[in-house]
């Protein structure tokens, strides 16, 4: 009879502990950024195409990358998270900038023509979530206006 009061009681304050860990605040990570990459109509067909990567890549205030993920072949809208494990610095203190680059090519910070890209707008922090990023941004032929006679150039300086 006495083991089986100990083994109630047993089960009991287990039972009560894990009810009272469940209850307790989660502690967040020094690092948490989620949120959406869209991109417009215009430009899905480019953004994806086979074998393009995404690099969602957050900067800090100099400019110089603190966490960075890499989606291979992505379809969008595109939600993300970037936790601890993508960061590349122990430090990620003050305001945070969010770029996005979609290209074929593989390096970063280099923008070369048919590649995607765009930023969050302002700034955000090492616990934001809910951001969206619309990679908008493309570079192409610089091409002269049509119906114009001569060098475009040339005729708007005179």
């Not at 950024?33 to 393009?52: H, K, S, Y």
């Not at 957050?58 to 966490?67: C, H, L, Q, S, T």
């Not at 993508?86 to 090519?105: A, C, F, P, S, Y």
């Not at 934001?128 to 114009?148: C, D, P, W, Y």
């Amino acid at each position: 009879m006495k083991k089986m009061i100990i083994l109630v009681i047993a089960v009991i304050g287990v039972a009560a502990c894990y009810y009272y860990c469940s209850r307790l605040p989660k502690q967040e990570g020094r690092f948490e950024v989620a949120g959406t990459v869209e991109v417009p109509q215009r430009l899905l067909q480019l953004a994806q195409a086979d074998n393009n990567s995404c690099a969602i890549i957050v900067k800090n205030e100099a400019d110089i990358p603190v966490a960075i993920k890499r989606v291979v072949n992505p379809k969008f809208p595109l939600e993300f998270t970037l936790g601890e494990e993508d960061l590349l610095t122990e430090n990620v203190d003050g305001d945070l900038k969010l770029e996005v680059q979609i290209n074929r090519h593989g390096q970063l910070g280099i923008i070369k023509e048919g590649d995607v890209f765009g930023s969050a707008e302002g700034v955000i922090d090492a616990h934001s979530k809910g951001i969206t990023v619309e990679a908008g941004k493309t570079l192409g032929k610089v091409q002269l206006a049509k119906n114009v006679k001569g060098n475009f150039f040339r005729t708007a300086a005179r």
